[in-house]
């Protein structure tokens, strides 16, 4: 027999779950875009959301074969939204415009961030999210001290993330690191620039010794982190114990889109 048809009353779908949170803070349940979308198309056409946040809608329409459009104005969005479909769905494939894909395109972000803050804080969001970590209080001059991001691992430990995006580094920056993790008692700093390091950077941070965790390989306790690097191998760029990676939490695996009808659309 027949059901009770779908009411103007959405009451049965509630807040995205524990496990389907990945801590966007208006994040959608994606039973609720799933149902939204399936009720207004059918499999293979065109679903777009010019303001897509955590990717929710873009999610629904890959699970339900729509192709899809998302569009959204920061690399902090447009980074957790990357890491969510390759995560629910490891053979997707897509394509990203208007964000950098080889070091030219670091460099250029980076060169407009010259000029202007605005350019500059989307870069630092840009290369926190290659590595998964969380921004700290970016766009607030002056007010980060020294903390561009944070991953966290274990059950209370953290590392701190400083983003360098000149081409003027120096030993110097390696100590103001290990300062502000030993006064924020972090237990790991990650030195992300977009310039190869110097020897003597290379030196200070051997010198800062190892972090240790029962049960875990000792990893560096001040790691120095490539732009390059972190394109290529994104978060395993970061030697990190026990990672929780509360910034973007993993996006459970989707499997095959179940089948639906088509629409007399």
């Known amino acids: 027999m027949p059901g009770v048809p ?24 994606v039973a609720l875009l799933e149902r939204i979308v399936a009720a207004s198309s059918n499999p293979g056409d065109v679903v777009l959301d010019p303001f897509c946040g955590c990717g929710t809608t873009v999610h629904a329409a890959e699970k339900l074969r729509r192709k899809w459009i998302g569009i959204d104005v920061t690399h902090l969005a447009i980074g957790l939204i990357e890491k ?34 605005n350019y500059y804080f989307e870069f630092e969001k840009w290369a926190l999210s290659l590595i998964a970590a969380q921004p700290g209080n970016l766009g607030k001059k002056g007010a980060d001290k020294g903390i561009d991001g944070n991953i966290y691992f274990g059950k209370t430990d953290r590392a701190i993330v400083s983003v360098k995006a000149g081409e003027n580094i120096g030993v110097g920056m390696i100590r ?42 000792p990893v560096p306790r001040i790691q120095i982190v490539t732009i390059e690097q972190a394109l290529q ?17 993993r996006a459970a695996r989707e499997e095959d889109a179940r089948a639906q009808g088509s629409l007399d659309l």
């Open 84 to 117: 969510r479909l390759r995560d629910a769905f490891p053979k997707v494939e897509f394509t990203t415009q208007g964000v950098p894909q080889d070091i030219a395109g670091a460099r250029d972000l980076a060169n407009r961030g010259r000029e202007d803050k």
């Open 176 to 217: 103001d690191l290990r300062g502000v993790i030993e006064r924020e008692k972090a237990g790991i700093g990650i030195f992300l620039t977009l310039t190869e390091p110097k020897k003597t950077m290379v030196a200070e941070a051997a010198a800062a010794g190892q972090f240790e965790m029962e049960g875990f390989e």
């Open 6 to 29: 779908v009411q103007n009353d959405w009451s049965d779908i509630t807040q995205a779950s524990k496990k389907e949170r990945l801590g966007y803070p208006t994040q959608k349940p």
């Open 233 to 249: 191998l994104r978060d395993r760029a970061v030697r990190l114990p026990a990672r929780r990676d509360d910034a973007f939490k």
